[in-house]
């Protein structure tokens, strides 16, 4: 049956081309992700990687909850509350330190603070949409900047 | 797409293609212009895709290493002095994040995506059913394959679409061997493609 669906290798290839562009292709929005993503004044940056928890596995676009990235030594965690059209975002990094927190929103002013000693910090009516957090860790050997993968929130 | 650069003077890599046009957009990011990256990405995000979803990556976590893997490109661009080399690059790249992501090759994730996917993209009269249907065992079957085979009918896929020919070139096996080894991953699908029959 196989035979008749797919007699040689080169239809059995051009279906299978056809389905994984079907099933397949790159999200809707991913390439304009990734320039705002890049859109950064200087591109010496580490990126940290989103950490799932299980029950949140596969879901991208939380609306609220409890987001946490990490890179080698440094891990953010925010937490994002609905407020009217936008989030209040409370961050934490640890380990602590007074760093400086940029919220780019594609569209929007970026949103700055400075973490305090404990590492803490809030941002108020932050609008939704495709976001980027970026850290700016200036130790006393060392000036990192750390960025976030762009997300919609 | 094309529209919102018309009203600017055409970029000097207008109408190149395949490794011109990444030699001209390479060229033009080194001096820090954006729209040649914009361009670098556009054209060339379909590839790391498919090679991060190859390498057994959920599309969410496959959606942050496209990310991690761009951001890494142009953070060491003056590294990569010959254009042939960008697609290499980008492939080996996004193999090694896929492995410290810990990719897990599971079957089971691209089923339940192919059952959300599936039904949303078409409406459904008959015919479309029945197609529907076959897409499905084909889709399961591919998913079932080694990843080593994913990746390479992944990348051989793009490689039959004109503006991917040098996808070809950049995978790392010996020329000679990609047509037998495709083979035998064809080989295997069509015996999954079989072993799926008998139940209905």
Known sequence: MNEGLYPDDDTLLAELSRVVDEIDRPPAGLVERVQFALALEDLDVEVARWERADALAGVRSTGQGTITFTVSDLTVMINLTKVGLGHRIDGWLVPEGEYGVEVRVAGHESATTTADDGGRFVLDQVPRGTTQIVVYIDGDSCRRTVVTPAVVL | ?200
């Open chain 2, 1 to 200: 797409m094309t529209d919102a650069r018309t009203a600017e003077a055409d970029p000097p890599w207008e109408g190149l293609r395949g490794h011109d046009l990444y030699a001209a957009c390479m060229h033009a990011a080194r001096m820090g212009n954006r729209a040649a990256m914009d361009r670098l990405v556009a054209e060339l995000t379909p590839l790391v895709w498919q090679v991060a979803r190859g390498n057994g990556l959920d599309r969410h976590t496959a959606e942050d290493v496209v990310q991690t893997v761009w951001l890494a490109l142009f953070r060491h661009l003056d590294r990569l002095a010959d254009p042939r080399a960008l697609a290499a690059w980008l492939i080996t790249t996004t193999r090694r994040e896929a492995q410290r992501v810990g990719a897990r090759p599971s079957p089971v994730p691209l089923t339940d995506e192919l059952a959300e996917s599936v039904p949303s993209t078409q409406p459904a009269p008959e015919a479309e059913a029945v197609r529907g249907d076959r897409d499905r065992r084909l889709w399961q079957a591919f998913a079932r394959l080694p990843q080593r085979c994913q990746e390479l009918l992944r990348l051989t896929v793009l490689a039959g679409r004109a503006e991917y020919r040098l996808v070809a070139d950049a995978l790392r096996m010996p020329h000679g061997s990609i047509g037998p080894t495709r083979g035998r991953c064809l080989k295997t699908m069509r015996d999954l493609l079989e072993a799926q029959g008998g139940s209905a």
